[in-house]
């Protein structure tokens, strides 16, 4: 059984930079989706990113292209989200989340889409101010 707790969080002004880490405890296979996932107050959940952990580059939704990065550490089995030229329209619960189902890059971005992930973290919030 997998675990996921997120760090990073924080209160950041615009245009900083905050990196996020999701540590997972279990096994994360070779072929499975993380990802990265936000709520704002009053709003849905929406999918930020994945990965599909057999290889390929991350996915991103287009609010965040060009700002944020996925990345991940194998050796440490911590999944990491950059976030860089924060906007206070990015202020949200950030979550991660994994699923042991993936098999393309774009499979586990349908998955993102689709918020059906396996296994959710409790979230870290991100403030930012203007």
């Known amino acids: 059984q997998v675990q996921l707790v997120e760090s990073g969080g924080g209160s950041v002004q615009a245009g900083g930079s905050l990196r996020l880490s999701c540590a997972a405890s279990?096994?994360?296979?070779?072929?499975?989706?993380m990802g990265w996932f936000r709520q704002a107050p009053g709003k849905e959940r929406e999918g930020v990113g994945a990965i599909y952990t057999g290889g390929g580059s991350p996915l991103y939704a287009d609010s965040v292209k060009g700002r944020f990065a996925i990345s991940r550490d194998n050796a440490k089995n911590t999944l990491y989200l950059q976030m860089n030229n924060l906007k206070p329209e990015d202020t949200a619960m950030y979550y991660c989340?994994?699923?042991?189902?993936?098999?393309?890059?774009?499979?586990?971005?349908?998955?993102?889409?689709?918020?059906?992930?396996?296994?959710w973290g409790q979230g870290t919030q991100v403030t930012v101010s203007s």
């Open positions: 279990g096994y994360i296979g070779s072929s499975d989706c």
């Open positions: 989340a994994a699923d042991p189902n993936g098999y393309s890059g774009s499979w586990c971005y349908s998955l993102l889409l689709k918020q059906a992930f396996n296994t």
